[in-house]
Structures are given as C-alpha cells and as structure tokens.
C-alpha cells in the first residue's frame, strides 16, 4: 500500500540534516515542482540542502528518472526506426562544434540521432546558436516535424522544448541565482533529465577538462564524468562519458557562422587530423559500439572512414539543414548564405613566441562581448562575429604568424578582442605541447 509523501519542507528537513531521502519521495517532490505546487522557495532550500550535503546514487538515480518523467518522455517505437537511437552531450567549451559533425556522421552509419541542443551559455558557444547562423533552420520543429526529420535524415538538432524536462527548467532557474549551480548530483539530474527524456538507446557524454571546462577542477570534471556515466546507466540508458581536454579552442575557430565553416570543412573529409575531428571519432566511436552498429573499434573507424570519404555524412547534414528549413544549396553555396563581418583583421602578437597556454574560458567571454553570445537571455547573437585561425599550443607566432584573424562589428571591437586574445594567450621561448586529448573513459555501471 502507498504511502503519503510527506510534506514538502519534511523532505527539505531530511536534506538539510544530511538523510537519504526515498525515492518515491523525491519522485512526488519532483512532479510537485513541475505542477508549480513547490515553490521557488522550497526549490532553493532543497537545492542548498543537496549542494551542502551530497546525495547518493539511488538518490541522484531517482532525481534523475524524476526529471526526465517530469514532462514527455518521446517515444520512437511508432517510426519503426531502422536502427539505435543515440546521442551524445557536451558540458561545453570554446570552439566546440563537435555536435554538428558528430550527429550527421553517426546517423551516415545507420543510427538515428534526436539531438537536443541548447544556446550559449557564459564563455561556451551554443549549438543552436550556430546552426542559426543558417538561414531558415528552424530549431524549434513541431513534434511531428522532429520525428519526420529523424526518421529521414536519421538527426535532427534541435531545441528543447517546454514540455521535455519542464522541473529542471524552474530547478535551474533557482539555482542560478542561490549559488547551488556547482554540485554534482544536481548537475547529473538537470543533464540526464533532458537527455533520457529523448528516448535514447544509448547516450555518450564528452566532459571537458582544462581552462576552458565547466567544472573548475580536473577532479570535478574526473567527478561529472563517472556520475553521468553510472547514474544513466543505472536509470537503464547505457552511457560512457569521456574526459576531454579543453585546455585551449578545440576547433580553430571560435563564433557560430565560422564554426558552420569549419563544420563543412571536417564534412568534406578536410583536417581529419585536427584536434576537433579527433575527439568527435573517439565519440563517434563509442555510440557506434554503444548502439551494435559496430562489433569492435577497428570496425567502427572503417565505418566512419567510410561514411566520411563517400560524403554520406557531408549528405545527411545538408539533408538536415533542408528539411529543417535551411537552403537546399547550402553546402555548395554556404558562402552566398553565411553572414560575414565587416571588419575581419589579423591579431598579431606583440612580440614573437611559442604558444604556452590559453585562458580559454576569456577567449570564449571575448567572443560573447563581440556579440557572438548572450550577455543578457533576451539578447541577439551576431553570428558573423568571432575568431577563426587560432594558433594552437606549441605554434610558433610572429609578424608573419598571427595569433588569429578576429571577425568583428566594427574597427574598436576587433582592436578591444584582439587585446583580450593576446591577454589570454601566454608566449614563451620554449616548446610547448598541448595536453592529451582523451584523459579517460568511464563505462557506466549498475
């Protein structure tokens, strides 16, 4: 026979004196919340009382299931989709256009891949933000639309909408403005909530490290990465969550229009050796494994190379953009659609030198203040503006050299960036060379 929940400030009581609490209990909290029968109040005590106190795993396991059952859950079965349904998450960085690879690419190997992606947020760049620099891609499709798109182009990008997760959207509201952002088992739950109410088969999740992550530690990061990976799991959507350097830009770029530049680039089959091609195969890799599209990782990577050099993957993201609302063109003419900045200029460094380390993080709030990000929610993005042509750790900078090119609005934003870049670019006389790039993997467990 069910029980009562108890009232809500019992359950925050519990919390606060450092008790496990049910999980049915933290089922009905949960809904409560996203019927507006919790106040924000009550919203801000329980996530202090979490930030303060921790949870364990059947605790971060129910909150998680709560979220993503606190609004529609999708379902697929009625598509008779050919093949796993996959995804992938990043907890973000600077010139990170992983997603718009990654997703097509996969999908050119036989899965289907419902991505919701978010905006900008602080110095990371937005997914939605740049595919937006494409004009008429429609980020918010009706329901039906989504599911059409997956099924024929095998991915779809988009937003999330207002009934996918709708208590995580008040529980983060609140905690951004109660200093409870930076704990582990609420940052689990708001991710996975999103995420597992896709109806996934599978989900990988890259978790950065370095100047430029999240998480202000490499421990916090090492943290993240084995919570999601096991929460998930155990919640039944089998995860692995990779540890990924972004200790500098991982693209050479940094904006929205030039990061779709360098999206057709890697596409086309151009720069697969470069550090963003690199971790997006590691990634790729991992859900075709994940989703039995491949037996081992030597028979995931000739899938891949297959998929990229036949220009399949480059085919299912001009499908995506078309019938998303994008021209029908766009790849072949992507330079008649992107907008440009008025003032593109070299940024050169003020003596010469070896590329040391990157403040990351002041690189990407740089490109939010050229106006390629938000520093208010209600504003406009400029997508022309940004960097392209980052020099990366260990190349040599000099008048021939430049530490980059700025895309910017006018002369005194470029020159404003263009000081910001150099102060956040450290130059010595000595070799240099970049941190490895996959750190760690961790395989969820139940």
Not at 116 to 133: A, F, P, V
Not at 173 to 186: F, K, N, Q, W, Y
Not at 295 to 300: F, K, N, P, Q
Request: hydrophobic fraction near 40%.
């Amino acid at each position: 026979m069910a029980t009562t929940p108890r009232l809500p400030q019992e359950l925050i009581r519990l919390k606060r004196d450092g008790q496990a609490l049910p999980g049915e209990e933290i089922q009905a909290f949960i809904q409560g919340i996203a019927d507006e029968r919790i106040s924000d109040a009550q919203i801000g005590a329980f996530s202090m009382a979490v930030f303060l106190n921790g949870m364990n795993r059947e605790e971060v396991v129910a909150l998680t299931t709560a979220t993503r059952d606190s609004g529609h859950v999708m379902q697929w079965d009625s598509l008779n989709l050919p093949g796993p349904i996959v995804d992938k998450h990043s907890t973000g960085g600077v010139g990170d256009l992983v997603s718009l690879v990654l997703g097509p690419w996969v999908a050119a190997c036989g899965a289907f891949v419902p991505m919701i992606s978010g905006r900008g947020l602080g110095h990371t760049g937005g997914t939605l933000d740049k595919l937006e620099s494409i004009p008429g891609y429609d980020p918010y499709p009706a329901p039906e639309r989504f599911g059409r798109v997956v099924k024929s182009t095998g991915v779809a990008i988009i937003g999330q909408t207002g009934n996918l997760a709708p208590a995580d959207k008040r529980i983060y509201g609140v905690r951004d403005v109660t200093a409870t952002v930076e704990s582990i088992p609420l940052i689990t739950a708001s991710i996975l909530g999103k995420k597992l109410a896709s109806g996934l088969d599978a989900l990988v999740m890259d978790v950065k490290v370095g100047s430029g992550a999240f998480m202000p530690t490499a421990e916090k990061s090492r943290e993240l990465a084995r919570s999601i990976a096991n929460v998930a799991t155990q919640a039944g959507t089998p995860t692995t969550a990779l540890l990924t350097d972004m200790s500098q830009p991982l693209a050479r770029c940094a904006g929205n229009a030039v990061e779709i530049v360098e999206t057709l680039a890697l596409l086309r089959g151009e720069r697969s050796d470069s550090r963003v091609m690199q971790v997006t195969r590691e990634l790729a890799v991992e859900m075709l494994m994940a989703g039995k599209l491949a037996a081992s990782r030597e028979d995931a990577l000739a899938k891949l190379e297959k998929a990229l050099t036949s220009g399949a993957a480059a085919e299912v993201f001009a499908r995506m953009v078309s019938e998303l609302g994008g021209p029908a063109d766009f790849m072949e003419r992507s330079d008649h659609y992107l907008a440009s900045a008025p003032v593109v200029q070299a940024v050169y460094p003020e003596q010469s030198g070896t590329v040391q380390r990157f403040d990351t993080r002041a690189v990407g709030m740089s490109v939010v203040e050229l106006g390629g990000g938000r520093l208010r929610n209600d504003a406009s993005v400029d997508h022309s503006v940004g960097f392209s042509d980052i020099a990366g750790i260990g190349e040599h900078v000099d008048n021939q050299r430049p530490l980059a090119m700025v895309h910017a609005r006018s002369e005194d934003a470029a020159k404003r960036a263009a000081d910001q870049l150099r102060a956040a670019i450290t130059l010595g006389d000595t070799a240099a060379e970049a941190d490895t790039l996959l750190q760690d993997t961790f395989r969820g467990d139940t």
